[in-house]
């Protein structure tokens, strides 16, 4: 037999992981970056900061699962029963916020009473059209700063909407498996008539913008 979980992102600011035999939940994670945007409407205390219901955790979400056979045998001679049975060996889930930020989380959840982070990549985009007044950043394990080329490639992420995917590269002369993250998307394109490097007074975020967030 096989234990099987339902993981789930809502508008309530939390990723949910439910058992799917009893519905019981095992798990909710509220990425940093939703309780950095909207503390008071999350904690409930308050309201968003803007008045409105504020987006969660609404983008897509990837789960991989490897698993290892087992055999245990009862008995000897002929009464001898062998059960051969799969267990989750590692257990990830991956995903970004959509409307909800612009960082991507990754979660290892192989025992799902005790999950852990395993990155949190991105930049404080979101941050930044919430009002954030700092400059535009990388995020990389809750540090924001463009101190490394690291940190310069993860300030150009928008908006996390894209699933993210595994793949695996030769490092060292070995395989290691991956994660490939979408760039984001970029709110200015929201107007269907926004053009990059094209004056909007009104707009700081896109005001004379040269290059869309989320290009590379």
Known sequence: ???????????????????????KETFAFIPKQILDLQPAAITGIGTAKDGSYPYGVDAPWLT???????????GT???????????????????????????????????VTKP?????V???????LKGDASAL????????????????AFAKMGQSWGKPTLGYVKSGGKKV????????YDTCYEDPKFKLNTSYPTNAQCNNKPAGQGSA
């Open 64 to 74: 991989y699962v490897s698993y290892t056979s087992k055999s245990e045998t009862t």
């Open 177 to 184: 498996m991956v994660s490939f993250l979408p760039g984001g």
């Open 1 to 23: 037999s096989r234990k099987d979980y339902v993981i789930y992102g809502s508008m309530d600011g939390a990723l949910h992981m439910l058992d799917d035999s009893t519905g």
């Open 77 to 111: 001679g002929a009464t001898a029963k062998t059960t051969n049975t799969y267990e989750s060996d590692q257990s990830f889930a991956l995903g970004g916020l959509r409307m909800g930020g612009s960082m991507y989380y990754a979660l290892d959840v192989s025992d």
């Open 137 to 152: 950043g990388g995020t990389k394990n809750n540090v924001t700063s463009l101190a490394t080329d690291e940190q310069k």
């Open 116 to 120: 852990n982070i395993i990155y949190g």
């Open 122 to 128: 991105g930049s404080n985009y979101a941050n930044r």
